[in-house]
């Protein structure tokens, strides 16, 4: 049942995305080919208490390969050496680089200068995170709700004895159930495009909602499902989701955090409805 709901909503979201690039992109504007660009940063320093903030404008030579990662470090490296960015990989597998460019949360190192229109990209740091500086922002609050979800598996029979290790083994069909959650490289940019953690601090968010899944999911876990779903089952948890679906469409790895979400709903509701009694009347007199 699990397996066919995600083939469904899959093949939705294919068709959505292709009947709005038919609508909405014509070919030759797929790639556009320019020497140069003109990079827009946020500027400001929050660890000074100073929150006021400027935007600085770069001239920056680009080719058909330069991603905005790329154009950041030329300006650091040639223009100007206190811009602060972070990144690491370069490869969007660790998802530092996270920021909002041209206003949507994405992975600098995985964007294209080619891939943006117009000749001017602005930066930004990523929403629903506390700044620090520049397009750097502390991502404490956002790890704390992934590991009160305790993403790890539980189980009470697994042996760590490095002599005599025991192999638990698990159907195709058994990992295909959370296989896509385990993509997630923590990059923030679904927390920062959800409007629910904008207005909620307590709020999970969907990454961590995801994960709580992916890990109830799993079949090598033995922690009982209600253990982990009463972790998600409040008024700040997992029914503050109103399903926008922002999540989903931000995130550069494919992960779909907002199916993860209702497949969590999905098993709390039928878990829950085992634990249902009828209400019995009594007269009012």
């Known amino acids: ?16 995305k292709t009947q709005n690039q038919d609508k909405n992109e014509k070919p ?10 003109f990079i827009k940063v946020y500027r400001g320093n929050s660890l000074r208490n100073d929150f006021s903030h400027r935007y600085d404008v770069f001239e920056i030579p680009v080719s058909r390969s330069t991603t905005v990662l790329d154009a950041l470090m030329y300006t650091k490296e040639y223009v100007d050496s206190s811009l602060c960015i972070r990144y690491s990989c370069r490869m969007a597998s660790c998802g530092s680089c996270g920021m909002k460019i041209n206003g949507i949360p994405r992975l600098a190192c995985y964007t294209k200068v080619s891939e943006l229109k117009g000749s001017t990209i ?17 991502f404490t609050q956002f790890f704390k709700h992934h590991k009160d979800m305790k993403p790890y ?29 385990t993509y997630c490289i923590k990059c923030g940019l679904c927390y920062s495009a959800c409007p629910t953690v904008a207005m909620d601090t307590k709020f999970p968010g969907p990454q961590a909602l995801a994960q709580a899944y992916r890990y109830t999911a799993d079949t090598r876990d033995s922690t009982p499902t209600k253990d982990r779903l009463d ?22 790895k494919g992960v779909d955090p907002s199916l993860g979400i209702q497949l969590l709903r999905t098993q709390l509701l039928s878990f829950s409805k085992h634990q249902k009694k009828t209400a019995i009347l009594k007269d009012i007199k």
């Not at 629903?128 to 922002?137: A, C, E, M, P, Q």
């Not at 042996?159 to 159907?171: G, T, V």
């Open 28 to 37: 030759e504007d797929a790639y556009v080919q320019r020497d140069k660009i």
């Open 153 to 181: 598996i539980q189980n009470g029979n697994a042996n760590l004895d490095p002599s005599n290790l025991l192999e638990y083994i698990q159907q195709p069909s058994d990992l295909e159930k959370y296989l896509q959650f």
């Open 1 to 16: 049942m699990t397996l066919t709901i995600i083939k469904k909503i899959g093949m939705l979201i294919k068709e959505r």
């Open 122 to 138: 602005t930066c930004d740091p990523l929403s629903n995170f506390s700044h620090i500086r520049d397009l750097v922002t502390d």
């Open 231 to 252: 972790i998600v089952d409040n008024k700040h948890g997992i029914w503050r989701c109103h399903f926008a679906g922002s999540c989903s469409k931000v995130c550069p």
